[in-house]
């Protein structure tokens, strides 16, 4: 029974990173950092125009679903239906493609018509699935859905001046400003202030997840500069941020998240690329050397061949010892 349970996941985790139409081939998209004059939401932190090439399973609408093969099947993912709603902005507004704005235009609808507020509130773009990374079960939310979800509304909001987009935007927020205890996804806890990607059982903090949440609740500041609290979390989350990267670093590689310590995750090769474009883009938005740091001494990790063979080998013994 046990032997065929581990087959079973290793066929599921095949497709889903080898499938051309897995849920992995969404992700693993040419991904570089975006300079431009922030508080405009002319543009997006992290250049995601070739998500607008997935050619994986959609809904009759358009909105792209993702497929993860065995049990969980084919779902939504609101983290990706913002992505492609935000890559979808970006080619609209850089190089005015009519496909980009379709792409816009559809996440931007979907992600009114799904976002659910609760009695204090709250508004959450929930999954609707168990996961087995982290022990996820259903339903869940994720801060990371959340910034990106509310990036997009906000944008919407300055094209088109709809006051309802940024209510919603407001309500994603709070989310995002309730305490993990709350059932909301502000994770503080020894004198770390976390927006977490994913809620476990202790903390995850995903390194590419609390960045993406910086910028969402970044953009939120620029967009409601009167919220204090809003503020407030975002100069806490920084400061985290900047405590944490050492902690990151492994040497020759970065990490992709705290959850395990002993051994630690090590990024593969598209996250930690995704770590150095982060981490660029938000020593330009905060003005903090230590991001830029960061972003060189990983850029010259990731050009050594033995540093990114050690860091696959890494990778792939821990996934088949954890998952």
Same mark, same amino acid.
């Given at each position: 029974? $046990? ?13 889903? =990173?080898?499938?051309?139409?897995? *849920?992995?081939?969404?992700? %693993? ?7 431009? #004059? ?22 009759? *609408? ?6 993860? !093969? ?20 970006? *080619?609209? &507004? &850089? #190089? ?13 609808? @979907?992600?009114?018509? %799904? ?8 508004? !959450? ?34 094209? #088109? ?14 989310? $995002? ?44 500041? !620029? ?6 609290? *809003? ?16 902690? =990151?670093?492994?040497?020759? @590689?970065?990490?992709? #998240? ?12 598209? =996250?930690?690329?995704? %770590? ?25 990790? $990731? ?14 013994? !821990?996934?088949?010892? %954890?998952?």
């Amino acid at each position: 029974m $046990m032997a065929r349970a581990m087959n079973n996941w290793v066929v599921m985790t095949l497709l889903r =990173y080898l499938h051309p139409h897995g *849920a992995v081939s969404f992700w %693993h998209t040419p991904l570089g950092p975006s300079v431009y #004059d922030f508080p405009s939401l002319d543009d997006y932190y992290i250049d995601l125009r070739a998500k607008l090439g997935y050619r994986g399973p959609q809904d009759s *609408a358009g909105i792209p679903m993702l497929n993860y !093969f065995g049990p969980i099947g084919i779902q939504y993912n609101p983290c990706a239906v913002a992505q492609w709603g935000l890559g979808g902005y970006q *080619a609209w &507004r &850089r #190089d005015g493609s009519a496909q980009g704005e379709g792409a816009f235009r559809g996440a931007a609808q @979907w992600l009114r018509d %799904h976002l659910e507020v609760d009695t204090q509130g709250r508004g !959450f773009w929930w999954y609707r699935f168990d996961f087995d990374a982290y022990g996820l079960r259903a339903p869940w939310a994720s801060a990371l859905a959340q910034a990106q979800g509310l990036a997009l509304l906000l944008r919407a909001h300055r094209c #088109d001046g709809d006051a309802g987009d940024l209510t919603l935007a407001r309500q994603a927020c709070a989310a $995002m400003l309730s305490p993990v205890a709350a059932g909301g996804l502000l994770l503080e806890r020894d004198g770390m202030t976390l927006l977490e990607e994913v809620v476990a059982d202790r903390p995850t903090a995903i390194l590419d997840g609390l960045i993406f949440a910086v910028f969402g609740l970044q953009d939120y500041c !620029f967009a409601v500069p009167d919220d204090g609290p *809003a503020a407030e979390v975002l100069g806490r989350c920084v400061a985290t941020l900047k405590t944490l990267l050492p902690r =990151y670093d492994l040497g020759c @590689w970065s990490r992709a #998240d705290l959850y395990s310590e002993a051994p630690p995750m090590p990024a593969s090769a598209f =996250y930690h690329g995704l %770590h150095v474009a982060q981490l660029t883009v938000l020593a330009q938005l905060t003005g903090e050397a230590v991001f830029a740091d960061y972003a060189e001494r990983w850029r010259d990790q $990731m050009a050594r061949p033995t540093n990114r063979l050690r860091a696959f080998a890494s990778k792939l013994a !821990f996934k088949f010892s %954890h998952y």
